[in-house]
């Protein structure tokens, strides 16, 4: 806009016109600070959705017009990464804006995850989670839907891991996850092979004590009956050790929250969608005159894909599709509710997934696990993209340019300072702070990301590191070990149900195997010596980097070790008394027809 004026006209000092000059010529100013101060945020983070499940990363079979519609109306990452490919350490990374080893929240072992409800690990009451930072700012702040960060430490109540020992004033959902354990209907997945081995020693005890029984009987065999009764009750003893934690694991991990107290145990799965969605969207609504966080962690789309019978059939892709779609029509709900409260202009939205697609996840000949597109590998692969390259889009109408596309390196932790700042915090100044504030690069004010190195752990083993050359653009990604897919070929470990970070289940590459994402982002052919000329230059860089990236970590306590992992009764949540554990008090709420 131009203003032209003269000093010879009577209006030009008029008491009315005055005062409009100057307002035209402030109005863009004001308006553009007033937006960036203290905003809401609604962060939603999908659970194993794959990168190639979304309409606006290429899928054109799954419909998510809801999703589209916030990249179309807002800024779409391409190249968005979690810090792990598991759900426990990812989450606690993008909570606390740090690798999730700084924190002791990825495994040295094969327990890579919170195994159990009344497990001792979870996420340290010293790490600052960005609700704490933001609850000091004023904001009210709910977590509704899954946790999987921990609940107690040493007794039933403690409560130390719990959301609301973390800076969320409202918690509702699940403190662990969805397993298909918690629909009867399905078979069961919890640790499933080694309850076979387990059920097969009780069998195999029970039948060396029933043939000692009975050739005492006959008088095959000499077996004092004092020796009978010991092996007797050695049996018993072994099958209820195991079977008073595998044998109710919908009793003990299958359980609904709201805030300390459990509202079900276990969980009606029928109406889990439905409770989750209300709670939301009345999050919102009793929130709206002041500011806010609403983390809503779907417990879409893992197995055992709940999804209500109104969105069963609708897709192409069987149960898996309709899981998307429904968790898709979610987000829709969510959007209208913010916009029906007039807050869509002061309100940043952020969705993600919090790691790729279970590729193994399969019953039959039914495929229940996510598809990555054109990436490599999948749930659980610390460097193959496919398990670590996830959606990312951000909408803020007025402030973030719409239908913007980004390609630059950026990560799940980085959310953490970004939401910090905005709200007028400060992040943690006595620790490693691994991400980045973000909203330079999504308005556009500078054209990199500010990450040079991510590096990518399975467990606490580093698989695979990138370098972003930021002077020409290039992403350079080294792998120094990948698992070996089984069947050979097959593009993931199809024997096993997840691929390992250690042992022999991995291959080590010496020189690492060398690829640049711009030029080959499927991973598809491995640069040498002999076709890269900078080759040793890149190899080199990164190993520098892995160097100084080392000299920053600290000796913290290991959250998942057997120990912290472990069922231990004395920390199960229980509502009623041990071990008489069953409730439902949402029976008689009439459930608004969302």
């Given at each position: 806009?131009?203003?032209?004026?003269?000093?010879?006209?009577?209006?030009?000092?008029?008491?009315?016109?005055?005062?409009?000059?100057?307002?035209?010529?402030?109005?863009?100013?004001?308006?553009?600070?007033?937006?960036?101060?203290?905003?809401?945020?609604?962060?939603?983070?999908?659970?194993?959705?794959?990168?190639?499940?979304?309409?606006?990363?290429?899928?054109?079979?799954?419909?998510?017009?809801?999703?589209?519609?916030?990249?179309?109306?807002?800024?779409?990452?391409?190249?968005?990464?979690?810090?792990a490919p598991l759900c426990t350490p990812s989450r606690a990374a993008f909570l606390t804006g740090r690798y999730p080893l700084r924190s002791g929240m990825d495994a040295v072992n094969d327990y890579r995850v919170i195994f159990w409800n009344a497990g001792s690990g979870g996420l340290p009451a010293n790490e600052t989670t960005f609700a704490k930072i933001l609850q000091h700012q004023g904001y009210s702040t709910g977590l509704i839907g899954k946790w999987h960060q921990g609940v107690n430490c040493e007794s039933r109540n403690d409560h130390c891991h719990h959301p609301l020992k973390h800076g969320f004033d409202y918690f509702y959902g699940m403190p662990f996850t969805l397993i298909s354990d918690c629909q009867p209907t399905e078979t069961p997945e919890m640790d499933r092979a080694f309850r076979r081995k387990l059920w097969l020693s009780t069998q195999m005890i029970g039948l060396i004590t029933l043939t000692a029984v009975l050739g005492r009987l006959t008088g095959l065999i000499s077996v004092h009956w004092k020796?009978?009764?010991?092996?007797?009750?050695?049996?018993?003893?072994?099958?209820?050790?195991?079977?008073?934690?595998?044998?109710?694991?919908?009793?003990?991990?299958?359980?609904?929250?709201?805030?300390?107290?459990?509202?079900?145990?276990?969980?009606?799965?029928?109406?889990t969608t439905s409770l989750i969605l209300r709670e939301s969207i009345s999050f919102i609504e009793r929130n709206k005159d002041k500011p806010f966080l609403l983390f809503l962690s779907f417990l879409h789309s893992h197995t055992p894909l709940l999804t209500t019978e109104k969105f069963l059939g609708r897709s192409r892709h069987g149960l898996y599709g309709d899981n998307v779609e429904e968790m898709d029509w979610m987000v829709g709900q969510v959007l209208d509710a913010i916009d029906k409260e007039g807050l869509k202009e002061t309100t940043l939205?952020?969705?993600?997934?919090?790691?790729?697609?279970?590729?193994?996840?399969?019953e039959g000949e039914r495929q229940l696990g996510g598809w990555n597109g054109i990436y490599k590998g999948g749930k659980s692969m610390g460097g193959w993209e496919g398990g670590i390259r996830v959606p990312g889009i951000f909408r803020w109408p007025g402030v973030l340019p719409a239908g913007t596309v980004i390609a630059e390196p950026t990560s799940l932790m980085d959310i953490y300072p970004t939401v910090?700042?905005?709200a007028g915090g400060e992040v943690p100044q006595d620790r490693v702070i691994d991400g980045r504030d973000l909203l330079p690069l999504l308005r556009g004010a500078v054209a990199r990301s500010e990450h040079e190195f991510l590096f990518h752990y399975c467990g606490v083993h580093l698989h695979a590191v990138r370098w972003h050359q930021k002077d020409t653009g290039a992403v350079w990604k080294a792998h120094f070990m990948t698992p070996i897919f089984s069947p050979p070929g097959a593009g993931a470990c199809y024997d096993r149900g997840f691929c390992p970070c250690f042992g022999e289940g991995v291959t080590h590459h010496?020189?690492?195997?060398?690829?640049?994402?711009?030029?080959?982002?499927?991973?598809?052919?491995?640069?040498?010596?002999?076709?890269?000329?900078?080759?040793?230059?890149?190899?080199?860089?990164?190993?520098?980097?892995?160097?100084?990236?080392?000299?920053?970590?600290?000796?913290?306590?290991?959250?998942?070790?057997?120990?912290?992992?472990?069922?231990?009764?004395?920390?199960?949540?229980?509502?009623?008394?041990?071990?008489?554990?069953?409730?439902?008090?949402?029976?008689?709420?009439?459930?608004?027809?969302?």
């Open positions: 806009m131009v203003l032209t004026f003269s000093s010879s006209s009577p209006q030009f000092g008029s008491p009315l016109v005055t005062p409009l000059i100057f307002g035209l010529l402030l109005q863009a100013p004001f308006t553009q600070a007033s937006t960036i101060t203290q905003p809401n945020f609604v962060l939603l983070l999908a659970d194993d959705l794959g990168i190639g499940d979304v309409g606006c990363y290429g899928n054109d079979t799954i419909r998510t017009p809801n999703i589209d519609r916030l990249a179309k109306e807002g800024v779409k990452l391409t190249q968005h990464i979690a810090a020796t009978l009764t010991c092996l007797a009750g050695f049996s018993l003893l072994f099958f209820i050790s195991w079977f008073s934690s595998y044998g109710f694991v919908r009793y003990w991990n299958c359980i609904m929250m709201r805030n300390h107290g459990i509202t079900e145990q276990p969980m009606v799965t029928d109406r939205v952020y969705f993600a997934s919090d790691h790729g697609g279970w590729l193994e996840r399969q910090v700042h905005l010496e020189p690492p195997l060398l690829f640049e994402l711009s030029q080959d982002p499927s991973e598809a052919t491995p640069l040498s010596a002999a076709t890269e000329p900078l080759f040793d230059t890149v190899i080199r860089k990164i190993g520098r980097a892995i160097e100084e990236h080392r000299r920053t970590l600290t000796p913290v306590p290991e959250q998942l070790s057997v120990s912290n992992v472990v069922w231990k009764p004395w920390l199960q949540p229980c509502c009623g008394t041990f071990p008489f554990c069953w409730c439902d008090k949402e029976g008689d709420n009439k459930l608004v027809d969302l």
